[in-house]
């Protein structure tokens, strides 16, 4: 299960790209949050470890991490 946990500290490798599948460190909404890159049917979407949490589009935009 992903997830950070309290007592975590994450460690961000900005050299390494975002490709479908990984975990990035990415800014929504001008906040940083902690997503899953995915491709559902033509759509990029950011997927929470949380099912309670809808995926959420990125389609026009570039992750930037």
């Known amino acids: 299960m992903d997830g950070v946990h309290h007592s975590y500290l994450p460690v961000v490798?900005?050299?390494l790209e975002a490709l479908l599948g990984r975990i990035?460190?990415?800014f929504v909404n001008g906040e940083l949050t902690v997503k899953r890159l995915e491709r559902i049917g033509q759509c990029n979407y950011l997927r929470a470890s949380n099912p309670a949490y809808p995926p959420l589009p990125i389609d026009g935009r570039e992750p930037h991490v």
Do not use: L, Y
Request: glycine fraction near 0%.
């Open 24 to 26: 990035i460190v990415i």
């Open 13 to 15: 490798d900005r050299s």
